[in-house]
């Protein structure tokens, strides 16, 4: 075991302020309980963008103004360090076809902030679209014809349509439908960050972390094992108890996300919610006191992650196989914000 | 076979007017491909209505403004003729729970024409506690109490968690998170309809009709088999020739509620989007006109479905049983809507 800090019990203030100091310039959130992962091929992560690049320019997915963000945000390296285990490239490359596809509709039609066309007014007759561009439209034959050339009106819809298309190519339906449920969790939870950022409200913690559920890393997580070749089947996935580990692990990893977008949310608008804002506005104290308490909230969450999947794993080789593929998920998508200078950097409050 | 025309063709224009003529007193839409419906017991739909009403007073689920409405909707006898194949009483019973849990939410979160707290402005973030109410937030245990508390917090909440606490205690966890697929499903396309009311955008016939697959009876009809006491395991309805036969039947009866819903709803709003409205708007004819070809399309969706569902019928029991039980809900849909002039009467074209 391995953490950013050198055990795995939870820092109290004093720990957290000495791994900090120690931290400070390895890019880790001081304090982050971490695990490693495995390191992601620079070739292979070269020829996944390579085929990515090519995939996007055919279909002219992206709008002009994104185009620049490709290569910074590394798309192939976060899909190489993500799932280690997968079966073979083309497995790969489609996990990586569904990344650009998440953010192209997130930038281009939700963010208001990235001046890429995203606005709240009117979210939610753009995103009921996206949903049908991998939940189709069944009708008489012109209706259904005029959907499909709907589905091809633009970059987003585009994206998706087509790269869940590629991914129903070795998944199984259980497999696929998990996905489009997955999907519309996002984009329900989407809409509830637009519902508050237009009515200036401002969340509770246990409201914001449970619209952080929804606007949430797990449709990248819960196609592990699609991507690893084999099926955790539905019956299994669908337990209270595996539901559960897995909310908890894409739950840790997100709140990972609002640790290292801190900064550079904070820096494109000042109201924009995180997990250390929210933490900041109920606690009323600064933010430095409440980034602390939210690398916490994330630990713990991290700790049951890994304390029920491993009691659940005891008793089952394939549920074994899916936990490690969220945890292996989980570390690679950690180092994936660490080291992704381009896009993100830690607050300066050490 | 028996319809509400002579022959199961698609009538055409004289065909309409004639049976227009026939059946203006009946009730039933003129010209709507329909099936008869296993008669409802009112001797148990009473006793349903009584467990409902005991269960909605003891968890105080609806507000004084709503309590009206109870007798006038008939959930009693809706479940019954909808789930005619039930089991038993106790399913009927939970079924029936679903359907004012889902009125309440639509009702009391949603409809700003009818007063009783609903509203576009942020009706994502209502939206979004409400799907959690049916998928639950995991974490640290002090904000899952603070989760639980705040789903006790009003009547729309309450009805969701409890009423699928209740399905959840007879349907397999696949069965439940297919519900709960649905209810997603269903939020999104709220969270469109009220998008377009928002910025006044009159769709297309086909947008249209891809936010009422999504704002639709889906979540009703997708229980089916659990009521009757039997699962149409994961891997088959996840298939997508089952999902379609799925959606084919969900989007007719969808339509059906858009046509007798038709007067009450230009009653309350003359800009409420329904079938006929977009088809006038999109056609540039009358009313009427797109009256009778809202019909048409309804028809032609019924045709598609039963043709579709024999055909994956003649290989597989199980199949069958779960697409006649999706038939009678149709049916038994029907009936409830054409006899419930509590709720809806025709347009006076006739």
Known sequence: MSTSTDSYALPGPPDIARSLRRERRTGVVPGLHHRPAAPADPVKAAEIDRRLETWARGLDLFPEAWKGDFSGFQFGRAVALQHPGALDLDRLTVAGKLLPAENVVDSCYCEEDEGRGGAR??????????????????????????????????????????????????????????????????????????????????????????????????????????????????????????????????????????????????????????????VAANDRRGLKAAYLKSVEIHNRIMAAFEEESALLSAGSPLVERYVQGLAAWVSGNHEWHATNTHRYHLPDYW
């Open 121 to 278: 007014r009117g979210l939610g007759a753009r995103l009921i679209m996206a949903q049908s561009a991998i939940d189709p439209y069944h009708g008489v034959p012109e209706l259904e014809e005029e959907w499909r050339a709907g589905m091809r009106a633009d970059g987003p819809l585009r994206s998706y349509h087509f790269a869940l298309a590629d991914y129903a190519g070795f998944a199984t339906s259980s497999q696929t439908d998990r996905f489009v449920h997955d999907i519309a969790r996002l984009h329900m939870g989407y809409l509830a960050e637009a519902a508050w950022a237009e009515t200036r409200y401002v969340p509770q913690v246990w409201e914001y972390l449970v619209m952080r559920q929804f606007n949430n890393f797990r449709p990248c997580l819960s196609i592990v094992d699609a991507v690893d070749g084999y099926e955790l089947p539905e019956q299994i996935y669908a337990r209270p108890e595996i539901q559960r580990v897995t909310a908890l692990a894409c739950n840790a990893t997100t709140i990972v996300n609002d640790l290292y977008s801190f900064t550079k949310e904070l820096a494109g608008d000042p109201d924009h919610l995180n997990l250390p804002q929210v």
